[in-house]
């Protein structure tokens, strides 16, 4: 049974909380089959790059974000009205996958209050050996660095075109989230966390899934989100998409996809 006061004392008092269990086993299972099956329909997109505009009409992907017990810890972070604006696979494959350098989300999202926080939903085991996330706890107290004062990454090489400058960073007191199938972490969007390149043999696959109250408006025209529990505000005019319909010809076929059908 989940602790909630205890997720949200570690959250405010370190910046991120890892939460074990969250979703079946076997739902996790199809987190990873997910990833190779938008693999081979997308060759010749990484799978650190299956970003939001390739997810959010995806019934899987809403069946994944809708979970529950995903909304209940959600819900003890940012309040009872919850939507989400944002999904990403971060997929490392074996001896190649590249590594994110150190950040602030915030620093990149269009969000007007930066009121938001980010799950990482484990599909693999993730650990030290096929580059987990590592945070730095503590660092959600300091203020949100601008794009113009980050360093500019090789997009090649790295999964995000900008980072902090380590010489700015003391990461010896950084610490690796090491997460199973169906753990999850969550984390502060002023938490400074990065990964190394994956150089094991092992896929690690994780989805991040970016929630904020329906008070949170994201300020960039036409951007998708998804509402998903409480209520709306009429006066906060983002936009929401449909509960997608699952099409056997355009989705991947899940064990809940009959939901989907209405």
């Known amino acids: 049974m989940m602790n909630f006061e205890q997720i949200k004392k570690e959250y405010h008092l370190n910046g991120y909380s890892i939460i074990r269990n969250v979703i079946p086993l076997e739902l996790a299972l199809e987190v990873e089959k997910h990833v190779q099956w938008l693999k081979n329909k997308n060759p010749n997109i990484r799978p650190e790059a ?57 620093s990149y999202w ?36 601008k794009p113009s004062e980050m360093k500019k990454m090789n997009i090649n090489k790295y999964v995000l ?23 999850i972490s969550i984390h502060n969007p002023f938490i400074i966390h990065g990964s190394n390149a994956n150089t094991s043999s092992d896929w690690r696959i994780g989805l991040t ?19 998903l529990r409480g209520k709306k505000k009429n006066k906060i005019k983002n936009k929401y998409v449909q509960r997608p319909k699952f099409n056997h010809k355009e989705h991947m076929k899940f064990n809940e996809y009959k939901k989907f059908l209405d």
């Open 50 to 106: 299956f970003h939001h505009d390739m997810l959010i009409h995806d019934p899987f992907i809403h069946h994944l974000l809708e979970q529950k017990n995903i909304l209940d810890i959600v819900e003890v972070i940012i309040g009872p009205d919850i939507a989400l604006f944002g999904a990403h696979y971060i997929a490392k494959k074996p001896l190649d996958g590249m590594p994110v350098g150190w950040h602030q989300d915030g």
């Open 110 to 145: 269009p969000l007007k209050p930066m009121k938001v926080t980010s799950v990482w939903l484990a599909g693999t085991p993730s650990n030290k050996n096929n580059a987990c996330m590592r945070v730095i706890p503590g660092t959600q107290n300091k203020r949100l660095l």
């Open 161 to 183: 075109d900008l980072a902090i400058n380590l010489d700015e960073l003391d990461t010896t007191k950084a610490i690796d989230i090491e997460l199973n199938p169906g753990d």
């Open 209 to 227: 899934l970016r929630y904020i109250p329906s008070t949170t408006y994201v300020k960039r025209k036409n951007w998708e989100c998804a509402f």
